[in-house]
């Protein structure tokens, strides 16, 4: 993923809502990584905070310092490793057609878990900022089908823990997640 849509008028720099859009990357990575490599998720926060706090901007061919949310970004990488089971059951219940968690693409999978946790536990972050984040980082690594699934399945999932910001957003009657 390019830092293209992350950085501040070319500062390198990152704003609040910027700098939870770079913890929800970082988190999405760490997971991936730990799927794939193993390791626990203390040792890679610990990783990730340490060396992998710069990407490279592909447009300008320049290293960029991810100020991200540091708290948000070992909060959800913890949190998922800690609730994987019960995240992986409400994902199970939310997707269609007989798809299940382990069927996904390891790193959709990661941003699902990371997602279903965010809208668990974070209520100081509207759900429909969630949903959007998720999506859009979603976007940035798949070309096909995915953005509506991440979308799909985590609005469906927000209609139920978060009921009344949901229903407040909802006044179309259309049900489209915005």
């Known amino acids: 993923m390019t830092a293209k849509n992350e950085v501040n008028s070319g500062k390198g720099r990152y704003s609040g809502a910027s ?3 770079a913890a929800r990357l970082m988190a999405v990575q760490a997971l991936y990584q730990i799927e794939i490599r193993g390791g626990t998720a203390e040792s890679t926060v610990t990783e990730f905070l340490k060396h992998r706090t710069e990407m490279v901007d592909e447009e300008t061919d320049t290293k960029v310092r991810l100020e991200a949310d540091k708290a948000l970004f070992a909060d959800l990488v ?4 800690r609730e994987c089971e019960m995240i ?3 994902l199970d ?3 269609d057609g007989g798809t299940t968690t382990q ?3 390891p790193l959709l999978r990661a941003i699902m878990k990371a997602g279903v946790f ?3 536990t974070r209520s100081d972050i509207p759900a429909k900022v969630t949903i959007s984040e ?3 980082l979603t976007d940035a690594f798949f070309d096909s089908r ?4 991440v979308n799909a399945v985590l609005d469906r999932l927000a209609r139920v823990l978060r009921e009344d910001e949901t229903s407040k957003r909802d006044t179309t009657g259309d049900g489209a997640a915005s």
């Open 19 to 21: 700098a939870r859009g």
């Open 78 to 81: 913890r949190g998922v490793d």
């Open 88 to 90: 992986e059951s409400t």
């Open 93 to 95: 219940g939310c997707l």
């Open 103 to 105: 069927r996904l693409e």
């Open 118 to 120: 965010e809208l668990q």
């Open 134 to 136: 998720y999506v859009h």
């Open 146 to 149: 995915e953005p509506g699934l």
